[in-house]
């Protein structure tokens, strides 16, 4: 039976359709998934893969960059419902962070459970430069969510958010092994502080707890005279 037709569509819009058919199998498969298996998941004959990519090792390293691109992920970020309070806007946004950096480490799991782990980047003189532009435009886009809500935090809106990031990126690190927490929880703990107020006696407050106690300086002890003094001779 003859694949059907592939709509009409620039290069740039079918390279982009072809990726996000690719992602998923990737994920799936590794390495090891056929063009033959993405052209039917496309819906397109395999040749029209070949006509915007130049293998299939090509299309591969294609999607393996675009998992790590922050497009997408800025524009989610950009659709979090503003009129939310801080703590809900910050748990949408966390809840978004999971799910990419989550289709992330599933990747590099089964490329490397496949004998094929991710290949590192190439080295190039820009390639740094673009790492410190999309976290730049990652923590610009934090703190847009955070907007004039920064007044109630005790630090800078950007240290906030790298705390923010450490703990989204713990939460599903599979190397981490540690407890999965839910974004309200890490946003709470966070916002909160992991301290429970009501378990306190009334009369502790937070500060007293690390406060170190004064040492009790003793006076000094008088010296006792020796019971046998030496007398002056006449």
């Given at each position: 039976?003859?694949?059907?037709?592939?709509?009409?569509?620039?290069?740039?819009?079918?390279?982009?359709?072809?990726?996000?058919?690719?992602?998923?199998?990737?994920?799936?498969?590794?390495?090891?998934?056929?063009?033959?298996?993405?052209?039917?998941?496309?819906?397109?004959?395999?040749?029209?893969?070949?006509?915007?990519?130049?293998?299939?090792?090509?299309?591969?390293?294609?999607?393996?960059?675009?998992?790590?691109?922050?497009?997408?992920?800025l524009v989610e970020l950009a659709?979090?419902?503003?009129?939310?309070?801080?703590?809900?806007?910050?748990?949408?946004?966390?809840?978004?962070?999971?799910?990419?950096?989550?289709?992330?480490?599933?990747?590099?799991?089964?490329?490397?459970?496949?004998?094929?782990?991710?290949?590192?980047?190439?080295?190039?003189?820009?390639?740094?430069?673009?790492?410190?532009?999309?976290?730049?435009?990652?923590?610009?886009?934090?703190?847009?969510?955070?907007?004039?809500?920064?007044?109630?935090?005790?630090?800078?809106?950007?240290?906030?958010?790298?705390?923010?990031?450490?703990?989204?990126?713990?939460?599903?690190?599979?190397?981490?092994?540690?407890?999965?927490?839910?974004?309200?929880?890490?946003?709470?703990?966070?916002?909160?502080?992991?301290?429970?107020?009501?378990?306190?006696?009334?009369?502790?407050?937070?500060?007293?707890?690390?406060?170190?106690?004064?040492?009790?300086?003793?006076?000094?002890?008088?010296?006792?005279?020796?019971?046998?003094?030496?007398?002056?001779?006449?």
């Amino acid at each position: 039976m003859t694949p059907p037709r592939a709509p009409a569509m620039s290069a740039d819009d079918r390279r982009a359709s072809i990726i996000a058919v690719t992602m998923p199998l990737l994920r799936e498969k590794g390495r090891v998934v056929s063009t033959k298996e993405i052209a039917r998941a496309a819906g397109i004959a395999e040749g029209t893969i070949f006509r915007v990519f130049d293998s299939k090792e090509d299309l591969i390293d294609a999607t393996v960059h675009d998992a790590f691109d922050n497009s997408t992920l800025l524009v989610e970020l950009a659709e979090v419902e503003r009129a939310l309070c801080l703590r809900d806007r910050l748990a949408a946004a966390v809840a978004i962070m999971q799910s990419h950096l989550e289709g992330v480490f599933a990747l590099m799991t089964v490329l490397h459970a496949s004998g094929q782990p991710m290949r590192p980047p190439k080295h190039d003189g820009d390639a740094h430069k673009r790492r410190e532009e999309a976290t730049a435009e990652l923590d610009a886009a934090f703190v847009e969510l955070i907007g004039t809500d920064a007044e109630l935090l005790r630090v800078s809106p950007r240290q906030f958010i790298g705390y923010l990031r450490m703990l989204t990126l713990s939460s599903v690190h599979p190397m981490l092994g540690g407890e999965s927490s839910t974004p309200e929880e890490l946003v709470d703990v966070l916002l909160e502080g992991a301290l429970d107020r009501t378990a306190l006696p009334p009369a502790t407050t937070p500060a007293t707890i690390s406060a170190p106690t004064p040492a009790t300086i003793s006076a000094p002890t008088p010296a006792t005279p020796s019971p046998t003094t030496s007398r002056k001779k006449t």
